[in-house]
């Protein structure tokens, strides 16, 4: 389990730089609300996300059903997380690390037990 974790990390991190400048540049540079700039980098990371923890870590087969489970869940928690933010007047930063730590934690364990169940 933790070696799974450690490679679904190392695929997050990269995630995590890339989605962290969509954010920040859909923020600051283009004025979007949380929300949208939570879900823009998210739906631009997401893909690569899916495809290299099927082949990597979980070494599963990536097939149409379970990248629409993975897309809807994750999407929900990365725009819930930016609408809770803009309501409560959240800085920024404190949504790009929130959605980071909820999307590494309840994305593994729900990867690991939906998607990619054995």
């Known amino acids: ?3 799974l974790f450690a490679k679904y990390s190392a695929i997050g991190i990269v995630n995590t730089v890339i989605h962290w400048g969509i954010f920040v540049l859909c923020v600051y540079g283009w004025n979007s609300s949380q929300a949208v700039a939570n879900l823009t980098g998210f739906i631009l990371t997401a893909s690569f996300s899916f495809f290299a923890n099927a082949r990597f870590t979980f070494q599963s087969q990536a097939t149409g059903a379970r990248y629409l489970l993975f897309l809807g869940f994750m999407g929900l928690l990365c725009l819930a997380n930016g609408w809770l933010a803009d ?4 800085p920024p930063v404190l949504t790009l690390v929130t959605t980071s730590l909820l999307s590494l934690l309840l994305g ?3 990867t690991k037990q939906v998607i990619f169940r054995r």
């Open 1 to 3: 389990m933790l070696k």
């Open 87 to 90: 309501q409560l007047v959240l």
């Open 108 to 110: 593994f364990i729900y």
